[in-house]
């Protein structure tokens, strides 16, 4: 049977992840050293982020967390969505003092959803409400945010914030029933103004449709209701109508149906790819003077052997030996995993990236190699002057072929501090997978070109 695009997407965010685990299980042991206790230390919160990314993968459970203001019903929603009052709610503002979270079984039973309440936006002062923003919003799958009435310059601001989260966003009009008049086009023109007024008319647009607006009651306000007793007596009574949220539960369901494994996978992903990069980042700070010395090492075993070889071809080729293990000297050294076959791949694309730089070192060491291998075959007939040449040509390709290994080891080294995000299975390759093939009708459609631009 062959699997849906979103069963692929799954299953390669695990198999990167599964594979990212093992490299790193032994990653502290650098080849046949014994551990080291100061970078086992440093990168134990990584190395968990990873297999929390993994694990939440396993738990199949999509992460949708509410934001917006004191007094819009963050908690209303939730509440109305699980079908029953688990978080408390009421007239006083701040009821939610921190993140709460709760879980959903929608109907069908397929999926599992954690629903993440948040403390009002404008009630947590400075610093601490942007961390809390920001590490909620890296954990959600869907972003919710809730607004009703006049949807102020603040909200605006907030949500422009949250943007940056590069998460798929849907726009919760709540309390309908008290502003009839609001439907969707109103709502995404008001939202158009504020951004005119602020100078950022795009920064929503390319994310928010009208098909991202929802509106309804969450917690709808008590009515009024006349009865009429068969004593011919009238009454009246107050009833709370039921939560009119049908509209927001078919959106997050269809929703979830059409793209949500593959949200499960790019968020981990994501977190695999962050967790990776800090990893390697200790790694490298951890290892810097050692791999220094590594660096010259083999550029000067790279100047000598390649001044000494009289063939010119060989030059070339043993040069570009040289760099591979280079390479993989230093991939050892940070205990970051690194085949022959991707020290390869990463040679091939620093000798692109370099400007022409490495070029023109295998270009010039060819030419001067060529020279010298002439001078080395006169002075076989014993001519002073071709010695002369040959030991100034086997000097000047020696000190261009160092000159062209330090400049792949330094270049390695910024390769290097991505951990193994770059590989064939590493996160970021399998995020461009996925983003290539999102279909058009998705939000996610719309996140491509910026999800693809966190990973370059």
């Given at each position: 049977?062959?699997s ?11 198999a ?5 685990l093992?490299?790193?299980s032994?990653?502290?042991r650098h080849?046949?050293?014994?551990p ?8 134990r919160?990584?190395l968990q982020?990873?297999?929390g990314a993994?694990?939440k ?10 934001f917006g203001?004191?007094?819009r019903?963050k908690?209303?929603?939730v509440n109305?969505l699980?079908g ?6 009421g007239?006083?503002?701040g009821?939610?003092?921190y993140?709460?979270?709760?879980r959903?079984?929608p109907?069908?039973g397929?999926?599992e959803?954690?629903?993440i ?5 404008d ?5 601490a409400?942007a ?5 909620v ?11 009703s009435?006049?949807i102020t310059?603040?909200?605006?601001q907030a949500l422009c914030?949250l ?10 009009f709540n309390?309908i029933?008290?502003?009839p ?9 008001q939202?158009?103004s504020?951004?005119?007024?602020s100078g950022?008319s795009?920064?929503?647009q390319?994310?928010l449709s ?17 009865i009429e007793w068969?004593?011919?007596?009238v009454?009246y009574?107050?009833?709370?109508p039921e939560p ?6 078919e959106?997050?369901l269809?929703l979830?149906?059409?793209?949500g494994?593959s949200l499960?996978?790019?968020?981990a992903?994501?977190q695999?790819?962050e967790a ?7 790694t ?6 050692e791999?220094e010395?590594?660096?010259w090492?083999?550029a000067r075993?790279k100047?000598l052997?390649?001044?000494?070889n009289?063939?010119a ?8 030996m040289a ?6 000297a230093l991939?050892r050294?940070y205990?970051?995993?690194m085949?022959s076959?991707?020290a390869?791949q990463?040679?091939?694309k ?5 400007g022409?730089?490495?070029?023109g070192e295998?270009?010039?060491?060819l030419?001067?190699?060529l020279?010298?291998s002439?001078?080395a075959?006169?002075s076989?007939?014993?001519s002073?002057?071709a010695?002369?040449?040959?030991l100034?040509?086997a000097?000047?390709q020696?000190?261009?072929?160092g000159?062209?290994?330090y400049?792949v080891?330094k270049?390695a080294?910024a390769y290097l501090e991505?951990g193994?995000t770059?590989g064939?299975?590493g996160?970021?390759t ?8 999102i279909?058009?009708?998705?939000i996610?459609?719309?996140l491509?070109?910026e999800?693809?631009?966190k990973?370059?």
């Amino acid at each position: 049977m062959t699997s849906s695009p979103q069963e692929t997407h799954f299953n390669q965010a695990r198999a990167s992840l599964q594979q990212a685990l093992s490299w790193y299980s032994s990653f502290r042991r650098h080849g046949r050293r014994s551990p080291e206790p100061e970078l086992q230390a440093a990168v134990r919160n990584e190395l968990q982020a990873i297999k929390g990314a993994l694990d939440k993968l396993d738990r199949k459970v999509i992460c949708i967390a509410t934001f917006g203001l004191v007094s819009r019903g963050k908690s209303a929603v939730v509440n109305a969505l699980l079908g029953q009052k688990i978080l408390q709610t009421g007239p006083i503002n701040g009821v939610t003092k921190y993140p709460k979270s709760v879980r959903w079984m929608p109907p069908g039973g397929k999926i599992e959803v954690e629903l993440i309440d948040t403390p009002g936006l404008d009630e947590i002062d400075g610093q601490a409400r942007a961390e809390m923003a920001r590490e909620v919003a890296r954990q959600a799958d869907l972003i919710l945010f809730v607004v009703s009435g006049d949807i102020t310059r603040t909200e605006y601001q907030a949500l422009c914030e949250l943007r940056q989260s590069q998460k798929p966003l849907l726009l919760v009009f709540n309390k309908i029933d008290l502003y009839p008049d609001r439907d969707r086009a109103a709502i995404y023109q008001q939202l158009y103004s504020l951004g005119n007024e602020s100078g950022e008319s795009d920064s929503l647009q390319s994310l928010l449709s009208l098909e991202e607006i929802i509106a309804i009651a969450a917690e709808p306000a008590p009515q009024q209701v006349r009865i009429e007793w068969p004593d011919d007596r009238v009454t009246y009574e107050w009833e709370t109508p039921e939560p009119q949220v049908d509209a927001l539960r078919e959106k997050i369901l269809g929703l979830l149906n059409r793209e949500g494994r593959s949200l499960l996978a790019l968020n981990a992903l994501f977190q695999a790819k962050e967790a990776e990069e800090s990893l390697a980042r200790k790694t490298l700070e951890l290892c810097q003077e050692e791999a220094e010395e590594t660096i010259w090492k083999y550029a000067r075993y790279k100047a000598l052997a390649v001044a000494l070889n009289p063939i010119a071809i060989f030059d070339v080729a043993g040069g570009m030996m040289a760099d591979l293990a280079l390479i993989r000297a230093l991939a050892r050294l940070y205990g970051l995993p690194m085949t022959s076959f991707a020290a390869g791949q990463l040679w091939r694309k620093i000798l692109v990236s370099s400007g022409g730089v490495l070029l023109g070192e295998i270009g010039s060491s060819l030419l001067v190699g060529l020279g010298k291998s002439t001078a080395a075959a006169v002075s076989v007939m014993e001519s002073p002057a071709a010695l002369t040449a040959y030991l100034t040509a086997a000097s000047a390709q020696g000190a261009i072929a160092g000159y062209g290994a330090y400049t792949v080891g330094k270049a390695a080294q910024a390769y290097l501090e991505q951990g193994c995000t770059w590989g064939s299975l590493g996160p970021s390759t399998v995020i461009q997978n996925i983003l290539s093939q999102i279909n058009s009708s998705t939000i996610l459609y719309r996140l491509r070109e910026e999800l693809e631009e966190k990973i370059r």
